[in-house]
């Protein structure tokens, strides 16, 4: 079977612009993956711990708008700048950051960056 990390790069963009943010997490990530939030990666080793982090944010968020801004892929590696206009705990926000990805052969997310 061959992975398309591209296309699932492109799933992923999708699920977040339609707030399907655990489907796509539930589907594309690796059981042993590492996420960092600025080079920090207490208490999200594993997608148990990385789950409840999601799920921290979906359910604490309105999400108003999602904009791509940039996306590279090169082999196993990808990354996107992507604007997100949103509500967090009653206080509204935006955002602009970075998300840098490594995949496995299976095509599953093994380690996720964000800037």
Do not use: C, P
Request: charged share 25%; net charge negative.
């Amino acid at each position: 079977m061959s992975v398309n990390i591209r296309s699932n790069i492109q799933a992923i963009i999708k699920g977040i612009e339609s707030n399907k943010i655990l489907d796509i997490f539930e589907k594309y990530y690796a059981d042993d993956v590492v996420m960092y939030e600025k080079g920090d990666s207490t208490n999200r080793v594993g997608k148990d711990q990385n789950r409840k982090a999601e799920e921290g944010f979906v359910n604490n968020a309105t999400i108003h708008e999602v904009k791509l801004l940039k996306l590279l892929v090169d082999g196993n590696n990808t990354a996107y700048e992507m604007y997100m206009d949103f509500t967090y705990g009653g206080h509204k926000a935006t955002k602009t950051q970075w998300a840098i990805q490594q995949w496995n052969s299976n095509g599953l997310i093994v380690k996720e960056e964000f800037f």
